[in-house]
């Protein structure tokens, strides 16, 4: 089975998005990672909001001025870790300080709000920006986000108005709604699209030929697959990286050609620069989905002897290969050399090592591994808390799943976590299973506590009743007070229950 691939997907072209909005010169690398530069001390704040303005004052008051291409990097390091609001409050500080803002900052501002804030915020923001500010970029911004949440009308007729009103002139607009057909379940729109691009003499770039070659993967047709790639190569071979022979190697998987497979990663290989972190990630999760233990170690090593750093992120694709993989030993050393070595706590790293561990049964090593969570990381847990759940339940212990339900639920506030439907299927199972009618009510209380109670709850909370023999004359009541619609079934479990 194939694994999810890390950091950055081909089908959406968002990543082209944010190279395109990236033109600042880049500093050397090193000076963004000293131990105590500021992008280091803003990536260490973790969850908390708000913090990042008096962040960069203290870091002023301690005598370092800051300019703007370093406060550009630091907002471009955290879009890339997803860190939307604390990159959102880097660009509102600048402008409270009236920095030089051009057009292409009002898009990255526009796009951040879109993430970080919601789409609606990012419209009224787009309304009112000066007319000399509604240009191709801002556009391409609010196209951009109209394709993340798959809204596919109001994306279409502004890419409409953007064609009708020339405002395109490059791949990324057509790249973007070509992601929103693949996201849409709609690969055999995107050929068209291709093809429109060529009568505007519209030169496709190395997304849009990776999201052609995914269309026609979509749609069963491994040689259109080869056709689109042998294209590329004769077009501008300089399009054809690694990015594209990483594309290859999972479509081939994708459609069973593990040979192919092979041959795409060790052209990957070839194609990459020994110094490019994010082609190591994609290598150690493609060979992890081609069940190629070996090569996931040998490229382990090859990360850590190439770069001056090992990351958070790269442990992090590493545990997940190692645990996907069943390497349990091979995971506990990986983790344990995280631990020992990390400047700042991910929680997502224990997370992987906690359900790794339940996955084999090591319900000791998991409970360890959140101890020191809770020790050392704000969370949230409720992945965490939500991981020990599953896996009592799978051990018919209910009380011990009960009891990490009820911590999430109390630690869970406006709507912060809701749990996965399975989970509520495997408690809400049991309780019919066994008539369980106490366990029932208390779950129906932690379900309350976060607003989780439809139909859904109250059916099996009906039939737990039906299952135990037990009657409530006060249900209907409860159900109508929950502002729960009594449907048919739940008509019928009523009356079952609550006799008149």
């Known amino acids: 089975m194939m694994m999810a691939i890390p950091s950055r997907r081909f089908a959406t072209g968002a990543s082209s998005f944010v190279r395109w909005l990236s033109t600042e010169a880049k500093p050397a690398a090193a000076q963004l990672q000293q131990e105590d530069s500021l992008y280091r001390r803003l990536s260490k704040l973790g969850r908390n909001e708000g913090a990042v303005a008096s962040t960069i004052n203290e870091y002023i008051r301690e005598g370092r001025p800051v300019k703007k291409?370093?406060?550009?990097?630091?907002?471009?390091?955290?879009?890339?870790?997803?860190?939307?609001?604390?990159?959102?409050?880097?660009?509102?500080?600048?402008?409270?300080?009236?920095f030089n803002f051009g057009h292409k900052d009002c898009a990255v501002r526009?796009?951040?709000?879109?993430?970080?804030?919601?789409?609606?915020?990012?419209?009224?923001?787009?309304?009112?920006?000066?007319?000399?500010?509604?240009?191709?970029?801002?556009?391409?911004?609010?196209?951009?986000?109209?394709?993340?949440?798959?809204?596919?009308?109001?994306?279409?007729?502004?890419?409409?108005?953007?064609?009708k009103e020339n405002m395109i002139s490059k791949a990324l607009p057509f790249n973007n709604i070509m992601s929103l057909f693949m996201r849409s379940g709609q690969p055999?729109?995107?050929?068209?699209?291709?093809?429109?691009?060529?009568?505007?003499?519209?030169?496709?770039?190395?997304?849009?030929?990776?999201?052609?070659?995914?269309?026609?993967?979509?749609?069963?047709?491994?040689?259109?697959?080869?056709?689109?790639?042998?294209?590329?190569?004769?077009?501008?071979?300089?399009?054809?990286?690694?990015?594209?022979?990483?594309?290859?190697?999972?479509?081939?998987?994708?459609?069973?050609h593990r040979e192919k497979a092979v041959l795409a990663l060790k052209n990957l290989e070839k194609a990459m620069s020994l110094k490019d972190r994010e082609a190591y990630h994609f290598l150690i999760s493609l060979y992890a989905g081609l069940s190629d233990l070996h090569n996931v170690h040998r490229i382990w090593k090859s990360l850590k002897s190439s770069m001056r750093t090992v990351t958070n992120m790269s442990y992090l694709i590493m545990l997940q290969a190692l645990s996907n993989l069943n390497d349990i030993s091979g995971m506990k050393k990986c983790y344990e050399e995280w631990r020992s070595v990390c400047s700042s706590y991910d929680i997502r790293l224990a997370k992987v090592a906690i359900g790794a561990y339940l996955a084999h049964d090591m319900l000791g090593e998991a409970e360890s591994v959140l101890q020191d969570a809770l020790e050392r990381s704000n969370g949230p847990f409720f992945k965490a808390w939500e991981t020990f759940m599953i896996f009592f339940l799978k051990k018919h212990q209910i009380q011990q799943a009960l009891q990490f339900?009820?911590?999430?639920?109390?630690?869970?506030?406006?709507?912060?976590?809701?749990?996965?439907?399975?989970?509520?299927?495997?408690?809400?199972?049991?309780?019919?299973?066994?008539?369980?009618?106490?366990?029932?009510?208390?779950?129906?209380?932690?379900?309350?506590r976060i607003n989780c109670v439809d139909s859904r709850v109250y059916e099996s909370l009906l039939q737990t009743y039906v299952a135990a023999g037990r009657t409530l004359s006060d249900m209907r009541a409860r159900i109508e007070g929950d502002r729960v619609e009594i449907s048919s079934k739940l008509q019928d479990l009523l009356a079952s229950v609550c006799p008149e």
């Open 69 to 98: 291409f370093e406060l550009d990097l630091c907002v471009k390091e955290l879009r890339k870790y997803k860190r939307y609001s604390h990159a959102l409050e880097i660009i509102e500080w600048m402008e409270a300080r009236k």
């Open 405 to 448: 339900m009820e911590i999430a639920t109390s630690e869970a506030c406006d709507n912060e976590w809701r749990p996965r439907c399975d989970t509520i299927d495997g408690f809400l199972n049991h309780f019919k299973e066994q008539g369980d009618v106490t366990s029932a009510e208390e779950f129906y209380q932690f379900m309350k």
């Open 188 to 256: 055999e729109k995107v050929a068209s699209l291709a093809e429109e691009m060529k009568k505007m003499n519209i030169k496709p770039d190395t997304f849009t030929y990776n999201l052609l070659m995914n269309s026609h993967s979509c749609l069963n047709d491994i040689e259109g697959v080869e056709r689109v790639f042998e294209e590329m190569k004769q077009e501008n071979e300089k399009q054809c990286n690694w990015t594209t022979y990483s594309n290859m190697a999972v479509l081939y998987n994708r459609g069973g």
């Open 110 to 163: 526009l796009d951040l709000i879109g993430k970080a804030r919601g789409l609606a915020a990012a419209e009224n923001y787009f309304s009112g920006l000066s007319p000399s500010a509604k240009v191709p970029c801002t556009y391409g911004s609010l196209l951009n986000c109209y394709c993340k949440v798959k809204m596919t009308d109001k994306a279409l007729n502004l890419f409409s108005k953007m064609l």
